[in-house]
C-alpha cells in the first residue's frame, strides 16, 4: 500500500460512499440483497478511517493540520449518523429486522466514538494554541520606532 495517503481524496471518496448507503435506505429494494454488502461496505469505511486516523495522530507535521482535522471530522461525523440512521426502526437494515446487524453496528458506533474523542485530543486549533511570538514587543517597537524616524 501507498505510504503517503492523499486525505482529501481518501475523505471525498468515503463521502460518496456514505451518500450511497444513504440513498439505499430511501429506496424501496430487496434488502436481504444488499444486507451484506452494505455492511462489508461499513466495514470497509470503518477500518478507512481508523488508517486516517492513525496517520493524522502519526504525523503532527502535516501542512495543512488544521484542514485535514476538520475533513476527518466532518467525515467520522457522517460515518456515525450513517450508523444512526441504520439503528432507525425506519431503516431497512435495522436491527429489529436483522437482529444480526446489531454486533456491527455496536462495534462501528464504539469505534466511531473513540475516533471523535481522538481526533478531538488529537487537534487544537491554531486559535486556541498558545505560542511565543515571532517578533518580541521590544523588537517590535524598535521595528515600527525606526519606521517612523528620518
Known amino acids: ?8 481524496d481518501t475523505i471525498f471518496i468515503l463521502n460518496v460512499r456514505i451518500r450511497m448507503i444513504r440513498d439505499l435506505l430511501h429506496l424501496d429494494t430487496d434488502t436481504g440483497l444488499f444486507l451484506r454488502q452494505t455492511m ?20 503532527i507535521k502535516f501542512l495543512d493540520r ?3 482535522a476538520d475533513n476527518l471530522s466532518d467525515a467520522e461525523w ?14 431497512p437494515f435495522s436491527p429489529a429486522r436483522f437482529p444480526e446487524t446489531q454486533a456491527w453496528i455496536d462495534k462501528f458506533r464504539k469505534d466511531s466514538l473513540k475516533r471523535q474523542k481522538q481526533i478531538d485530543e488529537a ?4 486559535g486556541n494554541s498558545v505560542t511565543e511570538p515571532v517578533v518580541s514587543n521590544a523588537e517590535l517597537n524598535g521595528l515600527l520606532g525606526s519606521l517612523g524616524s528620518p
Not at 500500500?1 to 482529501?8: A, D, G, L, S, V
Not at 487537534?123 to 491554531?126: G, L, Q, R
Open 123 to 126: 487537534y487544537v486549533p491554531a
Open 66 to 68: 488544521e484542514t485535514e
Open 1 to 8: 500500500m501507498n505510504k503517503r495517503i492523499n486525505f482529501e
Open 78 to 91: 457522517q460515518f456515525s449518523q450513517l450508523i444512526n440512521e441504520l439503528t432507525n426502526n425506519t431503516s
Open 40 to 59: 462489508g461496505d461499513l466495514e470497509f469505511m470503518n477500518s478507512v478511517l481508523d488508517m486516517l486516523m492513525e496517520k493524522f495522530i502519526a504525523n
